[in-house]
């Protein structure tokens, strides 16, 4: 399988995307602050998701990269709050993107909890 068929994956693409065209609209002076933490710690998350299926044959490693991309799925929350909190986005945006941001989460550890699920060779 392909880490591009993972749920995870997919959703936290779309996630990540629906957050880059959402933070066009933020202030210019954002740009090397808010604008770029919440891009980069969005598409931190798959970039995690790809290195932890790809490492699959390391339990620890796999465990370590999935945490890492809870992590950053985390980090990119917060941001939302911050975006919220700044009125660079509405109510109805700010839980639509944090429930998608719960949802990536769940998926996540539901990985980190069964990794043989997923090819980890459990010993």
């Known amino acids: 399988m392909d880490f591009k068929k993972l749920i995870a994956y997919q959703k936290a693409f779309d996630l990540a995307m629906s957050i880059f065209e959402i933070s066009k609209s933020f202030l210019n002076e954002e740009t090397y602050s808010l604008t770029d933490q919440i891009r980069r710690s969005s598409r931190s998350v798959n970039a995690n998701l790809a290195d932890a299926y790809r490492k699959r044959v390391f339990p620890k490693h796999f465990n370590s990269k999935l945490t890492d991309a809870d992590a950053e799925n985390s ?3 917060t941001w939302l709050d911050f975006a ?3 009125k660079y986005k509405s109510k109805e945006q700010h839980t639509d993107l ?3 941001g719960i949802e990536v ?3 996540i550890n539901y990985m980190i909890n069964n990794p043989e699920k997923f090819g980890v060779k459990l010993d």
């Open 98 to 100: 944090s429930n998608k």
């Open 84 to 86: 919220f909190a700044c």
């Open 75 to 77: 980090e990119t929350n």
């Open 105 to 107: 989460g769940k998926l």
